[in-house]
Nanobody, 126 residues
Framework: VQLQASGGGSVQPGGSLRLSCTAS????????IGWYRQAPGKEREWVSC??????????YYTDSVKGRFTISVDGAKNTVDLQMNSLKPDDTAVYYC??????????????????WGKGTQVTVSS
């Protein structure tokens, strides 16, 4: 599986950014695709993910981004986007697209992620 991420950048508090990730090279029906982030001096944490089950699935968000971030998946294009609104300085981090095979009802912890995309920097600062 290959993950190609794009987006990110610098924005002032309250601003918006959009991340996009295109996945290729997989054929499984059950998987999780989403976004993790790692701030300086902190461990990598999951931010949001979409758990694909058959032709359906569910989105999940860590508490700190609920109501501000929205994940969207295009199954035909195998893309997952993360729209980030009302950004805060605490959102500053390197964001990683991630993929995990299997049936999940939440975002998997980082140590079980199968594939990582290249990180993209998000900086929120005035």
């Amino acid at each position: 599986v290959q993950l190609q991420a794009s987006g990110g950048g610098s924005v002032q508090p309250g601003g918006s950014l959009r991340l996009s990730c295109t996945a290729s090279g997989f054929t499984v029906d059950y998987y999780v695709i989403g976004w993790y982030r790692q701030a300086p001096g902190k461990e990598r944490e999951w931010v949001s993910c979409f758990s694909h089950r058959d032709r359906d699935g569910n989105s999940y968000y860590t508490d700190s981004v609920k109501g501000r971030f929205t994940i969207s998946v295009d199954g035909a294009k195998n893309t997952v986007d993360l729209q980030m609104n009302s950004l805060k300085p605490d959102d500053t981090a390197v964001y990683y697209c991630a993929f995990r095979n299997g049936l999940y009802y939440s975002c998997p912890e980082k140590h079980v992620v199968d594939y990582w995309g290249k990180g993209t920097q998000v900086t929120v600062s005035s």
